[in-house]
């Protein structure tokens, strides 16, 4: 009953209270208002999207999240929150090139690109290949790069070097922010899934496979690192490395199977809940054809049938999806997802927005859980 309560934790009627742009508005109202029109039919089908005018005229700021979270949208370049109920649109920033956008665990600060927008100003970031956020605070940002790891940090730009592998190609950070996953070749050539502590210190193998490409480390909310591996003349395989009751590492085991997983987005507020996407490209934001999925349950029409990307989970399992209408032409759609689990949820997806360029889910982390305690054996397995 635990879990439950914290999956559920948030407002689970959000979703039922939507905003979305219409083609023909072009009032300006203060960052403040709230104006809701009646819901009409997008000409994307035959789903209806509630309309409500974006303040496409107001000045631009930071504020702070609302208690439930909210779903944020890239829109003719600027980055606008919907509320906590979707009904209320401010304009956070303008000045939006990218479709890249993630929030920071606190949902204080959000990286766009190679840069991260704070309520003071704008922090750039060292060229990389991929940005992970430091949890639980988020004050720093991990920067991958084949030949080094390194975290800046994004009050005085300083930058901590913690590469202990030959060669990197993914990283993930644990929600307590004491390890770090790395997927990676150390210098005796041995490749595989390692984990080592937040300094690049004491790094063990946990899982291997020579036969196969592994990617997208994550971490679940009960310590459990998971990874993606696709094996030769095989299929794509999620796979979780267990933690048993004696502090070892076991496994791993395989959660999903698909014929191509590119991204896993595991739930803060749920410990059990994964969002995947299949046929899609890692690191690429669309792919015609690709589509969300949730481990367990199934997507209902009309999502289903579209192409699409899972884009963040918020409290009270609301799952963000972003669709394609036209393949993988903008603009795009903005659903919320509910697997009706919580206590009045319903089983479905609920409009939120039309007429997208990205969107990202903004919300405070909840209590993270206590870093892993790895007491028992280690003792490395084959994907």
């Not at 009953?1 to 083609?23: E, F, I, K, R, Y």
């Not at 991929?130 to 991958?144: D, K, N």
């Not at 003349?233 to 959660?255: C, D, F, Q, R, T």
């Amino acid at each position: 009953m635990g879990l439950l309560t914290a999956a559920c934790t948030g407002d689970a009627a959000s979703t039922s209270t939507s905003a979305t742009v219409s083609s023909t508005t072009t009032a300006s109202v203060p960052a403040t208002s709230t104006t809701v029109v009646e819901t009409t039919t997008t000409s994307q089908g035959e789903a209806g999207f509630p309309v409500v005018a974006l303040p496409t005229d107001a000045a631009c700021s930071l504020d702070d999240v609302p208690g439930s979270g909210e779903a944020t949208v890239v829109v003719d370049g600027r980055l606008y929150g919907l509320g906590a109920s979707g009904a209320d649109p401010r304009c956070l920033a303008d000045g939006i090139d990218t479709v890249d956008i993630e929030w920071g665990p606190q949902g204080d600060r959000v990286r766009v690109g190679a840069r991260v927008l704070t309520g003071t100003g704008e922090v750039p970031l060292p060229g990389a290949t991929e940005y992970i956020w430091t949890t639980p605070t988020g004050s720093r940002i991990l920067a991958v790069a084949p030949d080094r790891l390194w975290k800046v940090d994004l009050g005085d730009l300083t930058e901590s070097d913690i590469t202990f592998l030959s060669e990197n190609e993914a990283a993930a950070y644990h929600p307590a922010g004491e390890h770090i996953l790395v997927i990676g070749t150390n210098a005796e050539g041995q490749y595989g899934l390692w984990l080592a502590t937040n300094q690049g210190g004491d790094p063990l193998l946990i899982a291997f496979d020579e036969l196969a490409e592994m990617s997208v480390p994550e971490w679940s909310w009960l310590n459990e690192p998971m990874f993606i591996a696709k094996h030769i003349n095989g299929p794509w395989h999620i796979h979780l490395v267990e933690l048993s009751a004696e502090g070892s590492l076991e496994g791993p085991v395989v959660l999903e199977t698909d014929e191509s997983i590119d991204m896993l987005l595991p739930a803060r507020h749920d410990p059990i809940m994964l969002a995947f996407r299949s046929g899609g490209v890692t690191g690429v934001t669309c792919v015609e054809g690709s589509h969300a999925g949730v481990k367990g349950v199934d997507l209902p029409e009309p999502v289903a049938s579209l192409t699409s990307t899972p884009l963040g989970w918020l409290s009270a399992e609301r799952l963000l999806v972003m669709t394609y209408p036209n393949g993988c032409e903008a603009p795009g759609d903005l659903w919320s997802f509910s697997a009706g689990f919580c206590p009045g949820s319903v089983y479905g997806v609920t409009p939120i927005i039309s007429g997208i360029d990205s969107a990202a889910a903004r919300e405070a982390a909840p209590l993270p859980p206590p870093p892993p305690d790895f007491t028992g054996i280690i003792d490395p397995a084959p994907a």
